[in-house]
């Protein structure tokens, strides 16, 4: 699971993976829920972990796959809200950042993110 945030000028705030898979790449900060954990509850932890910011989540934007020879990983993307703090990179994550849309496929994107984000009506600057 994981947390579509955006700011108030529309930018996404995502994470370069620090761990295969696609470690280098950019995209959506989260990860795996634990024993115990509720789904909003994971996304809240792992946007924590990954960035310092405190969510709220909301809904669920959408379900997205990846799958390759190595695995198969099955994702909620849900939205979110900052709450509190500053950005900054933590846990898993090599780096943090606001980006528009120009500037994230530029830095490269995860496979699939784009794709993701325009199927499910997730606007950004550009």
């Given at each position: 699971?994981?947390?579509?945030?955006?700011?108030?000028r529309r930018r996404l705030l995502v994470i370069r993976r620090g761990?295969?898979?696609?470690?280098?790449?950019w995209t959506l900060p989260g990860g795996r829920v634990e024993r115990g954990e509720t789904i909003v509850e994971?996304?809240?932890?792992?946007v924590a972990e990954e960035t310092g910011l405190g969510v709220?989540?909301?809904?669920?934007?959408g379900v997205h796959e990846v799958v390759t020879a190595d695995h198969h990983v099955v994702i909620l993307d849900h939205l979110a809200?900052?709450?509190?703090?500053?950005p900054r990179?933590?846990?898993?994550?090599?780096d943090v950042?606001?980006?528009?849309?120009?500037?994230?496929?530029?830095a490269g994107p995860t496979?699939?993110?784009?794709d993701f984000l325009d199927r499910h009506g997730v606007e950004l600057a550009p």
């Open positions: 699971m994981g947390a579509v945030v955006r700011d108030d761990q295969p898979p696609m470690a280098g790449r994971a996304v809240a932890r792992e709220a989540v909301g809904p669920l934007v809200e900052v709450t509190a703090g500053e990179a933590a846990s898993d994550a090599a950042a606001w980006m528009g849309r120009a500037e994230l496929e530029a496979d699939g993110l784009l």
